[in-house]
């Protein structure tokens, strides 16, 4: 008696099999061009009408604000930045792991690019149970020595209209 594995492989180079397998192959590419093509035309023409006609853009330039750095008291604009090439916005909480961590990675790309590129960091914000305040702010700009502003946001609401949360 043959082995499962044999007969298997016996029957899978048999004629008949092969047929089978042509048959269903063009059965499986019938479908597709009888459904999946409409299915992707409707698709793209759906999307198109839908960015075209509904999709609304929003405002490139964010709302004015005016923070301090509580280190050194200097009151930045949104202005200062928003008007003058690139801008890198980093919202933090100096209890962050995640923020401890790349300070000095940021540090090395402000020293290296801040003649290009615009930095700032926006503090104020409850991560857990502690809420950052201009002196933890202030405390982890030197702690971290760190180069660019860190601004304080007492109310938070910077960061939400950023659509932060």
């Known amino acids: 008696m043959a082995s499962k594995r044999k007969r298997k492989l016996e029957k899978k180079s048999s004629t008949e099999f092969q047929e089978k397998m042509k048959a269903r192959r063009a059965s499986a590419n019938d479908a597709l061009w009888t459904y ?19 999709y609304e853009l929003g405002d490139p330039n964010a709302e004015k604000w005016e923070l301090e750095d509580p280190q050194t008291g200097e ?11 690139l801008t890198i ?14 300070a000095p990675i940021l540090n090395d790309v402000y020293s290296n690019h801040s003649s290009e590129v615009n930095f700032f960091a926006i503090g104020g914000y409850k991560l857990g149970n ?7 702010i202030s ?3 030197v702690d971290y020595n760190m180069l660019f502003p860190h601004l304080y946001d007492p ?5 939400r209209d950023y659509g932060f949360s």
């Open 36 to 54: 999946g093509l409409p299915l992707v035309v409707i698709l793209v023409v759906g999307l198109g009408i839908y960015f075209a006609f509904f």
């Open 75 to 85: 009151v930045y604009a949104s202005e200062d930045y928003y008007n003058d090439g």
């Open 89 to 102: 916005v980093e919202f933090f909480n100096s209890k962050c792991g995640a923020c401890q961590s790349q």
């Open 130 to 136: 502690g809420q950052d305040s201009a002196s933890t």
């Open 139 to 141: 405390k982890f700009k």
């Open 155 to 159: 109310s938070g609401d910077l960061m």
